[in-house]
């Protein structure tokens, strides 16, 4: 096994580093920023780590959110780990820098879960590298502990695996408070990952002024909006705004 840190001035020049000593296969353990460079420490071989779910009574309770209450995670001072999940493209990442941006923590680790590969998901190490947090690609089940502040994110195809999957064992042992589900125009909400999860749903409608496409009944689900305005990403949780703003036009019905 090879594992060797690589420094660089962004973490595209340290990727590609990575690319031509260790292989384009090569797994990256963690990014982050040591006296204004960018550090990546990558592996010839995945970490064979296991997470367990703690089940005693030390445990956290699981805080659950509904509605209104999105706002308690943007306001709260000391964000709990935080699940985003959601399709490829629907703007989980944007939703996360958008977040931590806002928030301006200090020691997040950001956890980017699936198959690890060094050019795939490369917006989420990009992200890491503005933020300045610890960063590292992996499975979540093969990572020994998600103690600590952290935000994880994933594609949807990898949060329903096994019955009952590993995220919803880490949610219900309150090990995970806070699950968010980020959808994109035109999606269906899988409500069976809604009920599993108890997630908030985050819509990222981008242009507030697009026409919503949205049912009735989604509407109803959704705790925030993510839109684009001229300052950059906005997030909208206030439920007055937000029942306005997604409202279905019924006048091309009438």
């Known amino acids: 096994m090879t594992t060797k840190k690589f420094t660089s001035a962004n973490i595209d020049e340290a990727l590609e580093k990575v690319a031509r000593e260790l292989g384009e296969d090569a797994f990256i353990i963690k990014t982050e920023k040591v006296d204004g460079l960018v550090s990546v420490t990558a592996s010839t071989i995945e970490p064979e780590k296991k997470i367990t779910p703690e089940t005693n ?3 956290a309770t ?15 001072p000391n964000l709990k780990p935080t699940l985003v999940f959601g399709q490829p493209g629907s703007g ?14 200090q020691n997040i680790h950001y956890l980017r879960d699936g198959e690890n590969h060094l050019f795939a998901n490369t917006n989420s190490a990009i992200l890491a590298g503005i933020l ?3 960063f590292s690609y992996g499975p979540i089940r093969r990572m020994s502990t998600i103690d600590g502040t952290k935000v994880i994110e994933t594609d949807i195809e990898d949060i329903d695996q096994g019955e ?3 995220y919803e064992k880490l949610i219900a042992a309150g090990q995970i408070p806070n699950a968010i589900y980020v959808i994109d125009s035109f999606e269906t909400i899988q409500l069976s990952l809604v009920e599993k999860l108890k997630p908030f749903i985050v819509y990222n409608k981008k242009d507030p002024k697009l026409s919503n496409y949205l049912k009735q009944s989604d509407v109803d689900r959704i705790s925030a909006a993510m839109f684009r305005d001229r300052q950059g990403y906005e997030i909208e949780a206030d439920r007055d705004t937000l029942r ?7 006048s091309q019905n009438a």
């Open 62 to 76: 699981r805080t659950t959110y509904r509605g209104n209450n999105f706002q308690n995670i943007i306001n709260d």
């Open 164 to 166: 009952p999957s590993l």
């Open 132 to 134: 300045e947090c610890d």
């Open 244 to 250: 306005a703003m997604l409202a279905i036009d019924t």
């Open 92 to 105: 989980k990442t944007t939703f996360i820098r958008k977040l931590l941006l806002d928030r301006n923590d």
């Open 57 to 59: 009574e030390g445990s």
